[in-house]
């Protein structure tokens, strides 16, 4: 079983935040070691634990896909937005560059026992 601490750590990139789903908030919410998991994750960025208990893990903290794969309209989002600010002149249409093809396939590999 994967944890949550290890999607986490390889999706916690403003480019994969979305709302939160109620489908996977259960996941999130409650973890029996909670105060571990923040540890663990303070190491990995080099921050104070105290920083990261009250939010990381709760219904304060950012939805991740359980599968790792980023939310494409946020991502265009954020791209139309940094336009919107002055910073580019032109957007791309971030859905043409992606592909999602080894994170679906890795995705089905998993839901398969495969």
Known sequence: MRSC????????TPSTR?????????RWDGLANHKEAAEIVARFLKRPPAV????????????????????LKVIQESIEKVKELGF???TVDASKYADLSLIEEATRRRRNGN
Do not use: H, M, N
Not at 18 to 26: D, G, I, L
């Open 18 to 26: 979305s709302v939160t789903s109620s489908r996977a908030r259960p």
């Open 88 to 90: 580019i002149k032109e």
């Open 52 to 71: 990261l208990e009250e939010w990381l893990f709760t219904k304060k903290d950012f939805y991740r896909d359980l599968d790792g794969k980023p939310d």
């Open 5 to 12: 601490l290890t999607i986490s750590i390889t999706c916690s």
